[in-house]
Nanobody, 122 residues
Framework: QVQLVESGGGSVQAGGSLRLSCAAS????MGWFRQAPGKDREFVAA????????YYAFSVKGRFTISRDNAKNTVYLQMNSLQPEDTAVYYC???????????????????WGQGTQVTVSS
């Protein structure tokens, strides 16, 4: 069982930055997803358990950076140049003991955090 706890959400103006953290109870492939009201949950970024490989959605590439500190069992999502369309609840997620076949598909992940709200105003 992997427990995930997100933190770091908040409200910022467009162009601002936030850093999300996800404390995990184990080392595993990790992903970040987000869900805006009335929309499906969508992939944001993912990182291998070593941190050596990272993956991004096209909409955030160049603005967001995923990283991890395995000494602290924590994964980070640094979000820069935030835009109102980035407003959503952000979730970290982990698969059960494997690397996802499709890292951008929510159903590939077995464990989810409680979510943290990110609100970007124009």
């Amino acid at each position: 069982q992997v427990q995930l706890v997100e933190s770091g959400g908040g409200s910022v103006q467009a162009g601002g930055s936030l850093r999300l953290s996800c404390a995990a109870s184990g080392r595993t492939f990790m992903g970040w997803f987000r869900q805006a009201p009335g929309k499906d949950r969508e992939f944001v970024a993912a990182v291998s358990w070593t941190g050596g490989r990272t993956y991004y959605a096209f909409s955030v590439k160049g603005r967001f950076t995923i990283s991890r500190d395995n000494a602290k069992n924590t994964v980070y999502l640094q979000m820069n140049s935030l835009q109102p369309e980035d407003t959503a609840v952000y979730y970290c997620a982990a698969p059960k003991g494997r690397v996802p076949v499709s890292y951008d598909v929510p159903n590939e992940y077995d464990y989810w955090g409680q979510g943290t709200q990110v609100t970007v105003s124009s």
